[in-house]
Nanobody, 122 residues
Framework: VQLQASGGGLVQAGGSLRLSCAASGRTFSSYKMGWFRQAPGKERKFVAAIMWTGGMTNYAASVKGRFTISRDNAKNTVYLQMSNLKPEDTAVYYC????????????????WGQGTQVTVSS
């Protein structure tokens, strides 16, 4: 599967952005999907994950209550709605996929998108 992330940009603290990740392939609905982020000089970190059917999600503590992950299997797209953004949310955001694994707490992924930059100004 190939992943294409989009929707990043520059936003002021307290603002909102919605990231999208479009996936190729006809079996999108069988993939667990996730979002990760990497700030400059830091390692990549988990942000959120969603199971095949969208019935279960998992969030990093730092974004819980502010970010929402969702998916539209008919459009082969996963979304990350980000609200009340903070400067510390500034990072390159990556979407990821893993087939045949419905465990949203397992941070292993097999496919990665190219990343989209999110910059939050104070």
């Amino acid at each position: 599967v190939q992943l294409q992330a989009s929707g990043g940009g520059l936003v002021q603290a307290g603002g909102s952005l919605r990231l999208s990740c479009a996936a190729s392939g006809r079996t999108f609905s069988s993939y667990k999907m996730g979002w990760f982020r990497q700030a400059p000089g830091k390692e990549r970190k988990f942000v959120a994950a969603i199971m095949w059917t969208g019935g279960m999600t998992n969030y990093a503590a730092s974004v819980k209550g502010r970010f929402t992950i969702s998916r539209d299997n008919a459009k082969n797209t996963v979304y990350l709605q980000m609200s009340n953004l903070k400067p510390e949310d500034t990072a390159v955001y990556y979407c990821a996929a893993r087939r045949g694994d419905n465990n949203v707490y397992n941070l292993q992924y097999d496919y990665w998108g190219q990343g989209t930059q999110v910059t939050v100004s104070s």
